[in-house]
C-alpha cells in the first residue's frame, strides 16, 4: 500500500517530537522515579516495568492522554478558551509539586520549539492564542496540553499524538532507570515493548472520555516525589 506525501510528512514530525533529541527538557526529569528508588521501592527493571504500568494507568492516560486529546480538538475548533480550562483542571489535578513543575517546564518548550518550527505566517491562531496565554500567566502550560495543540497545529492526527506522547514519557522514565540503577539497554528495550499492547488498550478506552472525567491516582508516585523535594542529594529535578 502506498503511503501519501502528507502521511508520510505526518509520521515524521510525529517522530521528531517524540523523540528524547526534541528539546523538551525531559531528560532532567525521573518522573517520581529518582523518589521512588532512594526508598528502596524500586531495585530492577522488572520493578521499573511495573512502575511504569502503574503510572500510565493511574495517571498518564486517564489525566494527561484524555487532556492531550481534548486539546487536540478543541485547538482544531479554535476553542482556545476550553484548552485553558482544561489546562488549569490538569495542573491541578498534579499533586507533588515537582510533577507540576516537570510538566510546565516541558510543556512551554513543547510550546517554543513547535512554534519556531513552523514557517513564518503559518503558525495557526489556536497555537498562538494558547501560547500567548501561557506566556501571560493566564494558563499554566502543561505538558499534555501543549503536546495536543502542538500536534495538532502540525498536522497530526490525534491517536498518534497520545501513541507519541506515552511512548516519549517511558523512553523518559526509562533514560533515568539507566542511570539511577544497573538497567541494560536490552531490558530497557524489553520492559518499552512489553508496554505497548497496555497503551493501546488505555488509550482506546479514554478515546470517549470527557475532560471534565480526567482521572489520576498514584499515590506512591506522588508520596515519592513529594519526600525526593526535598532530599538533600538529586540527580533528577523530579
Not at 476553542?79 to 482544561?86: H, L, Q, S
Not at 488549569?88 to 517546564?105: F, G, I, N
Not at 515493548?193 to 482521572?215: C, F, G, K, N, P
Amino acid at each position: 500500500m502506498n503511503v501519501s506525501d502528507e502521511d508520510a510528512i505526518g509520521l515524521l514530525r510525529t517522530l521528531q517530537l517524540a523523540d528524547s533529541f526534541f528539546p523538551t527538557g525531559a531528560y532532567a526529569h525521573s518522573q517520581g522515579l529518582e523518589g521512588m528508588v532512594a526508598l528502596g521501592w524500586i531495585g530492577n527493571a522488572q520493578e521499573v516495568h511495573e512502575y511504569l504500568s502503574y503510572l500510565l494507568t493511574g495517571a498518564v492516560l486517564p489525566s494527561d492522554g484524555v487532556a492531550l486529546l481534548h486539546s487536540h480538538r478543541s485547538a482544531a475548533d479554535g476553542d482556545v478558551c476550553t484548552v485553558i480550562e482544561i489546562d488549569h483542571l490538569l495542573h491541578a489535578m498534579k499533586l507533588p509539586k515537582e510533577m507540576r513543575v516537570a510538566s510546565t517546564h516541558s510543556g512551554r518548550r513543547v510550546l517554543d520549539e513547535s512554534r519556531a518550527l513552523l514557517a513564518a505566517g503559518a503558525v495557526p491562531a489556536a497555537l498562538e492564542g494558547y501560547r500567548a496565554a501561557v506566556v501571560k500567566g493566564e494558563a499554566p502550560g502543561s505538558g499534555a496540553v501543549a503536546f495536543g495543540v502542538c500536534t495538532w497545529a502540525q498536522g497530526i492526527w490525534e491517536e498518534a499524538a497520545l501513541l507519541s506522547y506515552c511512548h516519549s514519557f517511558a523512553v523518559g522514565v526509562l533514560g533515568a532507570a539507566q542511570r539511577l540503577l544497573p538497567i541494560t539497554h536490552g531490558e530497557a528495550q524489553e520492559v518499552l515493548r512489553s508496554l505497548h499492547s497496555l497503551v493501546v488498550e488505555v488509550a482506546a478506552d479514554i478515546r470517549t472520555s470527557h475532560w471534565r472525567d480526567m482521572t489520576s491516582f498514584s499515590p506512591l508516585a506522588d508520596i515519592a516525589s513529594m519526600r525526593h523535594e526535598t532530599a538533600e542529594v538529586r540527580m533528577f529535578a523530579s
